[in-house]
């Protein structure tokens, strides 16, 4: 590991990194790799911020490897590509979402699931195929593989549409698996933030009955007049809460706090279904009766395939779905972070990386 | 509540009783109602000791009604029908578990899932239609509405097949909601009792690849060489579990001890399934990333549908799976659930009934 991060590629490059636990941004040179023979070049011009982006900056999860240029939510325009890329030219507008590089070979590669391949490589905080950290789109420009870029539908705006690369797969995909597409059904959505707010619109799109569940009271008018929900659920409302009880077929869980799963999974049906995508740092706490007695699952799902995450794409352009951003500059992003920190935001910022000065 | 329980209904029956949480049993007289028009009435020939049972005599999950007469997994002889009773005669070999009434009504009984119904009517403890509570198999007969009565196969014994009444079902059923019947899968047992050795049977009639995980390595060669077992997993050795990691579609839990998740959902391919059929009385911790790295899934299951019982009744006898039983006397009856509360038996208690409980005049 004799290189610098500036010297370790040929093509130069700026982003905004964090150096320690604290989390705190700032400008950092780097490089990345020669555009290769699968390889797209992308100019940055937006980049979503996750949550995930927090908890990594900050080591909550201690698989941090400083310094951390975080970033899955890329849109910009192709600059170059190498001579096997056939689906991309200079000039399309493209997304890059969480995963860059998986085997190809496992059996999840096989499906399309490459988000489940044991050896994929994220865009950030990872070890590439060459050994070299990957570095994500806190950053004026990004080298992938093509089978790992994403066309940006024409209709899609570009920065609402960013956060879609990370949040609207992240609920889309099991929305699909675990079947919670039946025109009529009743959807819960637990916490309105980035990925909740998306888990409404996509709800709505499906034709299902959709319930914000969120311990905010005040979230109640946005959920309903802006984001189209049918209802709100105070769940630190116990009467409420009883009275929703076997309601719901379906709960995308997108809380990232710690919390009991027992009072949403009273709030499932019989063979209700439960689907965790918030990354809580504990362990959840299950009431085994509350699954037993009713049939009731839990289960988990981590962002999408590439070919699923194109569907989604495809289907959110077509139902006219974007995210609610607050947009803000590379260099505010220490202030954004903080904001996020305390849930302060309607419901994604994502940076103006075209329109920021990097150093 | 007026009424003595000998007197409440018509008919006279004996068996045997909790009368408080010590959970002793001893003799009890009771009755039984009149055979209504939809009612089959059976001599009872023999009666599973289900864990369930032991939980409840001493009132661990807090809703026993005493005196309790228990048991849930009942096989006997038809000796009288109601009138507008269609799918059985006398003479006829039947069973009874878990359910005695639903509300036939709600949108779980309509399709079949009467053990789901919110006003489902347990075989025990449990208040019937007429206000009266229900008594279980530790007896000489029973009452039933012919739509909670099972036919059982002829050429099926009475005695080893009462135990799938309620442990059969129990892992019949997730088997096969959860799609864990697929011929080349390969599905984990956890716990080799009652519940997990009918599992390991059922499991490879239906052509499954099966491991055994257990604490105890001492059930190892009988798992293997007598249950048909493809393998056993010692869940306490480190080495043997980091080497199955990511190798099962599924796993039937038949655990009720609270016990860690998160090595269990270890063991689960991507997009494999947990299933718990026991019920710890504590809440059990679920760490979210282990399901989400793979797409994983925590379910559960309580036993199964009138309809899918007889299923797995006539599924058990076409491949010949039974329970191993150890067939006791009334009087055992204490020792055995004192035997079982250790977990020492192989792998059902059945009480003869037939033969040994008798009212002493």
């Given at each position: 590991?004799a290189k610098?991060?500036e010297?370790?590629?040929?093509?130069?490059a700026?982003?905004?990194?964090?150096?320690?636990?604290?989390?705190?941004?700032?400008p950092f040179h780097?490089?990345?790799r020669?555009?290769?023979?699968?390889?797209?070049?992308?100019?940055i011009?937006?980049c979503?911020?996750?949550?995930?982006?927090l908890?990594c900056?900050?080591?909550?999860?201690?698989?941090?490897?400083?310094?951390?240029?975080?970033?899955?939510?890329?849109?910009?325009t192709?600059?170059k590509?190498?001579n096997?890329v056939?689906?991309?030219?200079?000039?399309d507008?493209v997304?890059?979402g969480?995963?860059?590089?998986?085997?190809q070979?496992?059996?999840?590669c096989?499906?399309?699931?490459?988000?489940y391949?044991p050896?994929?490589?994220?865009?950030?905080?990872?070890?590439d195929?060459?050994?070299?950290k990957?570095?994500?789109?806190?950053?004026?420009l990004?080298?992938?593989?093509?089978h790992?870029?994403?066309?940006f539908?024409?209709?899609m705006?570009?920065?609402a549409?960013?956060?879609l690369?990370c949040?609207g797969?992240t609920?889309y995909?099991?929305m699909?698996?675990?079947?919670?597409?039946?025109p009529?059904?009743?959807?819960?959505?637990?916490g309105?933030?980035?990925l909740?707010?998306?888990?409404?619109k996509?709800?709505?799109?499906?034709?299902?009955k959709v319930?914000?569940?969120?311990?905010?009271?005040?979230?109640e008018s946005?959920?309903i007049?802006?984001?189209?929900?049918d209802?709100?659920?105070v769940?630190s409302?116990?009467?409420?809460v009883?009275?929703?009880?076997?309601?719901?077929?379906?709960?995308?869980?997108?809380?990232?706090?710690?919390?009991?799963?027992?009072?949403?999974?009273?709030?499932?049906?019989?063979?209700?279904?439960?689907?965790?995508?918030?990354?809580?740092?504990k362990p959840?706490?299950?009431?085994?009766?509350?699954?037993?007695?009713?049939?009731?699952?839990?289960?988990?799902?981590n962002?999408g395939?590439?070919?699923e995450t194109q569907?989604?794409?495809?289907?959110?352009?077509k139902?006219n779905?974007?995210?609610?951003i607050?947009?803000?500059?590379?260099?505010q992003?220490?202030?954004?972070?903080?904001?996020?920190?305390?849930?302060d935001v309607?419901y994604r910022?994502v940076?103006d990386?075209?329109?920021?000065?990097?150093? | 509540m007026?009424?003595a329980?000998?007197?409440e209904?018509?008919?006279?029956?004996f068996?045997?009783?909790?009368?408080?949480t010590?959970?002793?049993?001893?003799?009890?007289?009771?009755?039984?109602r009149?055979t209504?028009?939809k009612?089959?009435t059976?001599?009872?020939?023999?009666?599973?000791?289900?864990?369930?049972?032991?939980?409840?005599?001493?009132?661990?999950?807090?809703?026993?009604?005493?005196p309790i007469v228990?048991g849930h997994?009942?096989?006997?002889?038809?000796?009288?029908?109601?009138?507008?009773v269609?799918?059985?005669?006398?003479?006829?070999?039947?069973?009874?578990?878990c359910?005695?009434?639903?509300?036939r009504?709600?949108?779980?009984?309509a399709?079949d899932?009467?053990?789901?119904?919110?006003?489902v009517?347990?075989t025990?403890?449990?208040?019937?239609?007429?206000?009266?509570i229900?008594y279980g198999?530790?007896?000489?007969?029973?009452?039933?509405?012919?739509?909670?009565v099972?036919?059982?196969?002829e050429g099926?014994?009475?005695?080893?097949?009462?135990p799938?009444?309620?442990?059969?079902?129990t892992?019949?059923s997730?088997?096969?909601f959860y799609?864990?019947?697929k011929?080349?899968?390969h599905v984990?047992?956890?716990?080799l009792?009652?519940?997990?050795?009918?599992?390991v049977?059922?499991a490879?009639?239906?052509?499954?690849?099966?491991?055994?995980?257990?604490?105890?390595?001492?059930k190892?060669?009988?798992?293997?060489?007598?249950?048909?077992?493809?393998?056993f997993l010692?869940?306490?050795?480190?080495?043997?579990?980091?080497a199955?990691?990511?190798t099962m579609?599924?796993?039937?839990?038949?655990?009720?001890?609270?016990h860690?998740?998160?090595?269990?959902?270890g063991?689960l391919?991507?997009?494999?399934?947990?299933v718990?059929?026991g019920?710890?009385?504590?809440?059990?911790?679920?760490?979210a990333?282990?399901l989400?790295m793979?797409?994983?899934i925590?379910g559960?299951?309580?036993?199964?549908?009138?309809?899918e019982?007889?299923?797995?009744?006539?599924?058990?006898?076409?491949?010949?799976?039974?329970?191993?039983i150890?067939?006791?006397p009334?009087?055992?009856?204490?020792?055995?659930?004192?035997?079982l509360?250790?977990?020492d038996v192989?792998?059902r208690?059945?009480?003869?009934?037939?033969?040994t409980?008798?009212?002493?005049?």
């Amino acid at each position: 590991m004799a290189k610098s991060p500036e010297t370790e590629h040929p093509q130069k490059a700026i982003g905004w990194a964090a150096r320690d636990n604290t989390g705190t941004f700032s400008p950092f040179h780097f490089s990345r790799r020669e555009t290769g023979a699968d390889d797209v070049t992308i100019k940055i011009l937006f980049c979503g911020i996750c949550h995930s982006d927090l908890h990594c900056a900050r080591n909550e999860w201690g698989v941090t490897n400083y310094p951390i240029v975080p970033g899955h939510e890329i849109v910009g325009t192709v600059t170059k590509v190498g001579n096997n890329v056939s689906k991309f030219k200079e000039g399309d507008k493209v997304g890059v979402g969480v995963l860059v590089a998986s085997c190809q070979k496992c059996e999840s590669c096989q499906q399309g699931l490459e988000n489940y391949c044991p050896n994929m490589i994220l865009t950030y905080n990872s070890i590439d195929r060459d050994g070299t950290k990957t570095y994500g789109g806190y950053s004026d420009l990004i080298v992938v593989d093509q089978h790992y870029v994403l066309r940006f539908p024409d209709n899609m705006p570009l920065d609402a549409g960013a956060p879609l690369l990370c949040a609207g797969i992240t609920v889309y995909s099991p929305m699909k698996y675990y079947g919670m597409t039946e025109p009529g059904k009743h959807l819960g959505v637990a916490g309105l933030g980035g990925l909740g707010h998306v888990a409404v619109k996509i709800g709505k799109a499906f034709g299902l009955k959709v319930t914000v569940i969120s311990t905010s009271p005040k979230k109640e008018s946005e959920a309903i007049s802006k984001l189209g929900a049918d209802a709100f659920l105070v769940s630190s409302d116990p009467a409420k809460v009883k009275a929703a009880m076997g309601t719901m077929d379906y709960i995308i869980d997108t809380v990232s706090a710690v919390h009991s799963l027992a009072p949403l999974l009273g709030l499932l049906k019989v063979n209700g279904k439960l689907v965790t995508v918030g990354l809580p740092e504990k362990p959840l706490e299950v009431p085994i009766f509350a699954l037993v007695g009713a049939r009731r699952l839990v289960g988990g799902s981590n962002v999408g395939g590439m070919k699923e995450t194109q569907e989604m794409l495809d289907f959110c352009a077509k139902h006219n779905i974007a995210a609610d951003i607050e947009l803000v500059r590379m260099d505010q992003i220490n202030t954004a972070m903080e904001r996020l920190a305390k849930s302060d935001v309607k419901y994604r910022f994502v940076i103006d990386v075209g329109n920021s000065k990097l150093q | 509540m007026g009424q003595a329980p000998e007197q409440e209904h018509p008919k006279n029956a004996f068996g045997w009783a909790a009368k408080d949480t010590s959970g002793v049993l001893s003799p009890f007289h009771f009755s039984r109602r009149a055979t209504g028009e939809k009612d089959v009435t059976f001599k009872v020939t023999h009666c599973g000791i289900c864990h369930s049972d032991l939980h409840m005599i001493k009132n661990e999950w807090g809703n026993t009604i005493y005196p309790i007469v228990p048991g849930h997994e009942i096989v006997g002889v038809v000796t009288e029908v109601g009138s507008k009773v269609s799918k059985f005669k006398v003479g006829d070999k039947v069973g009874v578990g878990c359910m005695v009434g639903s509300c036939r009504s709600c949108d779980s009984c309509a399709i079949d899932l009467e053990n789901y119904c919110p006003k489902v009517i347990m075989t025990y403890a449990n208040k019937y239609h007429d206000g009266t509570i229900t008594y279980g198999g530790y007896s000489d007969i029973m009452v039933a509405d012919e739509h909670f009565v099972v036919r059982i196969p002829e050429g099926t014994p009475l005695d080893a097949t009462a135990p799938l009444l309620c442990a059969g079902i129990t892992v019949y059923s997730p088997l096969r909601f959860y799609g864990l019947d697929k011929p080349g899968m390969h599905v984990g047992v956890v716990g080799l009792g009652g519940l997990g050795h009918v599992a390991v049977k059922f499991a490879k009639a239906m052509g499954v690849k099966v491991t055994v995980i257990s604490t105890s390595p001492s059930k190892k060669s009988e798992a293997i060489e007598r249950l048909g077992a493809d393998s056993f997993l010692v869940s306490r050795d480190q080495d043997e579990m980091q080497a199955a990691m990511g190798t099962m579609d599924g796993i039937i839990d038949t655990v009720s001890a609270v016990h860690p998740l998160m090595p269990l959902i270890g063991l689960l391919k991507s997009q494999g399934k947990l299933v718990l059929v026991g019920a710890p009385e504590k809440p059990l911790e679920l760490p979210a990333f282990s399901l989400l790295m793979g797409r994983k899934i925590v379910g559960g299951s309580m036993i199964g549908g009138m309809k899918e019982t007889q299923e797995m009744i006539d599924f058990a006898a076409k491949h010949n799976i039974r329970a191993d039983i150890e067939v006791i006397p009334a009087d055992y009856v204490n020792t055995a659930l004192e035997r079982l509360a250790k977990a020492d038996v192989r792998y059902r208690f059945v009480i003869d009934v037939a033969n040994t409980m008798k009212s002493t005049p």
